[in-house]
């Protein structure tokens, strides 16, 4: 196992320090800015039910990063536009006979290119929605990975494999593009989950068995589009009609339905 430090408090590290730790791993120091949320998370990381393997090293918070520099491993799960400032005070380090840390950033968008001013680098993002106000089956999370060094690769790998998860290996190009496609079935489509609840409220729950169903269905056939429906797919002109009158005063609403339906219709 690992002594893996973190830099960031955020929804990221959130989950995947508790489950390095809850994996065997060490968590020496949790790193980064915001004081509050990141003692918060090192109170979490000290009890003793996220720590099965007993690993005796306790965790601290610090925002001094040469703190950081025992650590076999630094993981950057920062926001995309400080990752490069933050791999460049890394680089600062004077390390001396000590043997240097690998540092990885858990961005999906970008480039391994950002830590290029480091000497000893790698990727470890997570395909997955992440939030600190719900856990995840980590078993169910995959991860691309990227180093220049195969020393690196193994360490990545090394990782993935504690947390029981499986990974594919990728380049950054490869690792935007999947990010970019994350975006269609994550982000955008509890977006449209949030405008049906608008519309269904005080029943949105009945709603996700179809929800379920739906993108369940979409990954058992070679295209979601084999299996569309509704009555945009079926040229329904008079139910889009009444749909379209229910829309009246819901502008957004109303605009993102009409177009999601001239779209589907020439599917």
Known sequence: MYRISIWGTGNVAYRLSIELKAAGHSIPFICGRNVTSGKK???ILNKEENNPHKVEEATFFTNDFHSL???DIIILAVSDDVIQTL??????ITFKDKKIPLLIHTSGATSIEALECYPFTGVLYPLMTLSKIKPVNFKLVPFLIESYSPEGEKILKDIVLSLGSEYMISTSDERLKMHLAAVYVSNFVNYLIGLAFDISKPNQELLMPLA?????K???YEHPSIVQTGPAKRGDIQTISKHLKLLEGMSEHRYVYEMLSKLISKQ
């Open 212 to 216: 379920i169903e739906t993108v369940r």
């Open 69 to 71: 520099k025992d650590s």
């Open 218 to 220: 979409a990954f058992l």
């Open 41 to 43: 998370l090192v109170r």
């Open 87 to 92: 791999a460049k005070e890394f680089a600062t």
